[in-house]
């Protein structure tokens, strides 16, 4: 995966994300592919590394689809911040969050594991 410079060069960054069970992504937005690092890879069950925008949303829990697809179309292409609390097929809860700065054709962002957050929002909810 090609990771920004800074980031790659840095080990250490490297390690902590890791160590946080943080994965990294990079949407290339011109070729409308993502890029996963192999622990985003594994956060989403994904078949592969490389995926395209219909390969990446089939991974997506059908209910969170619509609203990861516009979030991808509004905030992505338009170099603003995409922030996405979704399920999987599988029914994990991850969290996206990334933007693409004013001007590149890519996005860069992390892919993280809120499964036990959100299960606990979801218990506080139903408990009222």
């Given at each position: 995966?090609?990771?920004?410079?800074?980031?790659?060069?840095?080990c250490d960054a490297v390690?902590?994300?890791?160590?946080?069970?943080?994965?990294?992504?990079?949407?290339?937005?011109?070729?409308?592919?993502?890029k996963?690092?192999?622990?985003?890879?594994?956060?989403?069950?994904?078949?592969?590394?490389?995926l395209d925008?219909?390969q990446?949303?089939?991974?997506v829990?059908?209910?969170?689809?619509?609203?990861?697809?516009?979030?991808l179309?509004?905030?992505?292409?338009?170099?603003?911040?995409?922030?996405?609390?979704?399920?999987?097929?599988?029914?994990?809860?991850?969290?996206?969050?990334?933007?693409?700065?004013?001007?590149?054709?890519?996005?860069?962002?992390?892919?993280?594991?809120?499964?036990?957050?959100?299960?606990?929002?979801?218990?506080?909810?139903?408990?009222?």
């Open positions: 995966m090609n990771l920004p410079t800074d980031i790659a060069a840095n390690a902590a994300l890791t160590g946080a069970q943080t994965g990294i992504w990079r949407w290339d937005l011109a070729a409308d592919r993502l996963l690092s192999p622990l985003a890879a594994t956060l989403l069950d994904a078949p592969a590394a490389q925008q219909q990446f949303l089939a991974l829990h059908a209910d969170d689809r619509s609203i990861m697809e516009r979030s179309r509004e905030c992505l292409a338009m170099g603003r911040l995409h922030d996405l609390d979704f399920r999987t097929v599988l029914g994990n809860w991850r969290r996206m969050r990334g933007c693409a700065p004013p001007g590149e054709r890519a996005a860069d962002g992390i892919l993280i594991d809120i499964g036990q957050r959100a299960a606990g929002r979801a218990a506080t909810a139903q408990q009222k």
